[in-house]
């Protein structure tokens, strides 16, 4: 296990501001006036989830600092304010990475508010979730108490990981103010290759090279085009590319494609229309929709711009093996998420009430009764 000063950048002692107790005082007063908060790292991804009332802002953006990094052990511990740019700066120092490959969504993007959000970018399908890469936190309850769940190490993660519980919750459940993540080194060698594809046959391929042993690091399918990503050792990545054929992009322009799909910053993001994001089963075929569809992570993952009818979109997805998110857009004080079945509901409500029994931390962010 490593000495911290010789794994982290000199400049790294600047950034390391331990906020907890300020923190927990906050959230102990807020609790005994039944005040609600509104949590808020960045600000990056405060289009996400509920519109909900205002209220006093519970700001985490200066909790942040590096606590432990083990590059031997692929592991690091950090507070949640921590700037999402500059822990992947420091890890890329050391050869690593977030396997998830997290969209930003802006440069005061946190590893809080990513986790909390449960974002994960192209690399999802083929190297894991946000949730996947969570071996341990350390949160405030809605009463002010500190708890901590998990390890540093997956050994250590025994029984039921409540750790996991909190990634995607949207605050509702938790403040967060440390995270153990896993990481992993970075690929020797990484080609983009496209082919000119109708809808049916993209989909049809991503099926089919998932099954196989490719080193497959993201997919995407414009409604024209389909790239695929391979990423691995030289001679790995070599003998992918040779059995696939296809054009390969220029690696500038490859890592400029997946960075703007990552952060919807390209032509089909664009725009006012509200943006719907359905998680089916990846075998799915082309759903009648429109054209107006991008198709990632193996076909799982589909994003729909328009003023589509939620209960009919909805309906689809289930059909599906899935569910529809109104990501960003629409009408944001109604349901955004998918509707919960009437027994996990019930699951929720009794989590809520278990870890913030006065319902004060971002409340009706994720559901209106949550």
């Known amino acids: 296990m490593c000495i911290m000063a010789s794994c982290l950048s000199p400049n790294w002692s600047v950034?390391?501001?331990?906020?907890?107790?300020?923190?927990?005082?906050?959230?102990?007063?807020?609790?005994?006036?039944?005040q609600p908060l509104a949590i808020r790292g960045g600000g990056s991804k405060t289009f996400y989830g509920r519109q909900t009332p205002a209220c006093d802002l519970l700001d985490l953006g200066g909790h942040r600092g590096i606590i432990d990094y083990a590059p031997n052990e692929l592991f690091i511990t950090l507070r949640a304010g921590t700037s999402l740019q500059a822990l992947e700066a420091q890890l890329a120092e050391a050869g690593q990475m977030l396997p998830f490959e997290p969209p930003h969504f802006g440069p005061a993007a946190t590893i809080g508010g990513t986790l909390a959000c449960g974002f994960s970018?192209?690399?999802?399908?083929?190297?894991?979730?946000?949730?996947?890469?969570?071996?341990?936190?350390?949160?405030?309850?809605?009463?002010?108490?500190?708890?901590?769940?998990?390890?540093?190490?997956?050994?250590?993660?025994?029984?039921?990981?409540?750790?996991?519980?909190m990634v995607g919750?949207?605050?509702?459940?938790?403040?967060?103010?440390?995270?153990?993540?896993?990481?992993?080194?970075?690929?020797?060698?990484?080609?983009?290759?496209?082919?000119?594809?109708?809808?049916v046959t993209a989909v049809q391929r991503m099926n089919d090279w998932a099954g196989q042993p490719l080193p497959l690091s993201a997919t995407a399918y414009d409604g024209e085009h389909l790239y695929i990503r391979l990423s691995g050792t030289g001679s790995a990545v070599r003998a992918a590319q040779t059995r696939l054929g296809g054009e390969r992009l220029p690696d500038a322009e490859a890592a400029a494609f997946w960075v703007a799909l990552r952060e919807q910053r390209n032509d089909f993001f664009q725009g006012d229309a509200p943006l719907w994001r359905l998680a089916v089963a990846p075998a799915t075929p082309p759903l009648p929709l429109g054209d107006q569809t991008l198709i990632e992570w193996g076909g799982g993952q589909r994003w729909l711009r328009g003023a589509l009818?939620?209960?009919?979109?909805?309906?689809?997805?289930?059909?599906?093996?899935?569910?529809?998110?109104?990501?960003?857009?629409?009408?944001?004080?109604?349901?955004?998420?998918?509707?919960?079945?009437?027994?996990?509901?019930?699951?929720?409500?009794?989590?809520?009430?278990?870890f913030d029994p006065r319902g004060i931390l971002n409340s009706g962010r994720l559901y209106a009764t949550l």
């Open 169 to 199: 919750a949207l605050g509702t459940l938790g403040v967060l103010l440390e995270v153990s993540l896993k990481v992993l080194p970075r690929p020797d060698s990484t080609v983009t290759l496209v082919w000119p594809m109708d809808p």
């Open 15 to 34: 950034f390391d501001i331990d906020q907890s107790q300020t923190l927990q005082v906050a959230v102990q007063e807020a609790h005994a006036r039944s």
């Open 121 to 165: 970018g192209p690399r999802r399908p083929y190297a894991g979730s946000a949730r996947d890469m969570v071996l341990g936190m350390r949160i405030l309850n809605g009463q002010g108490e500190i708890l901590r769940f998990g390890g540093q190490v997956m050994k250590n993660v025994a029984g039921y990981d409540v750790s996991r519980l």
């Open 309 to 354: 009818d939620a209960t009919a979109l909805r309906q689809l997805a289930a059909e599906h093996g899935g569910h529809a998110t109104l990501f960003r857009g629409g009408n944001r004080r109604g349901e955004v998420f998918h509707p919960l079945a009437p027994p996990l509901l019930a699951i929720q409500q009794r989590l809520k009430a278990a």
